[in-house]
């Protein structure tokens, strides 16, 4: 499995951009697409996740109500609508991918064993 993330851009607080991960070499039908952000010199976390075959999301208190993830069933892709960005959703943003649900566990980068190659979103105040 390949992902390719894409989107990313520099914005002014307030602002909206869309990120997509385009995943190729197998279908999902399973499992979870999710999102992470790495700020500089701070850890990964996690953004935001859904869970293929139930089409459910969940995500960080940080980003509730502001993101949105959504799939596109025939493109295999998902995206990330980010609106009323902030300074600090300042990030590398990453793609991940597992083949399988994990109860509890989605939020935890280490699950995943799919990366894509990161896009980075910078919010200027």
């Known amino acids: 499995v390949q992902l390719q993330a894409s989107g990313g851009g520099m914005v002014q607080a307030g602002g909206s951009l869309r990120l997509s991960c385009a995943a190729s070499?197998?279908?999902?039908?399973?499992?979870?697409m999710t999102w992470f952000r790495q700020a500089s010199g701070k850890e990964r976390e996690f953004v935001g996740t859904i869970r293929w075959s139930m089409n459910t999301k969940y995500y960080a208190d940080s980003v509730k109500g502001r993101f949105t993830i959504s799939r596109d069933n025939a493109k295999n892709t998902v995206y990330l609508q980010m609106n009323s960005l902030k300074p600090e959703d300042t990030a590398v943003y990453y793609c991940?991918?597992?083949?399988?649900?994990?109860?509890?566990?989605?939020?935890?980068?280490?699950?995943?064993?799919?990366w894509g190659q990161g896009t980075l979103v910078t919010v200027s105040s």
């Open positions: 070499g197998r279908t999902f039908s399973r499992g979870a």
């Open positions: 991940a991918a597992r083949l399988s649900w994990i109860i509890g566990s989605y939020e935890y980068a280490h699950v995943y064993d799919y």
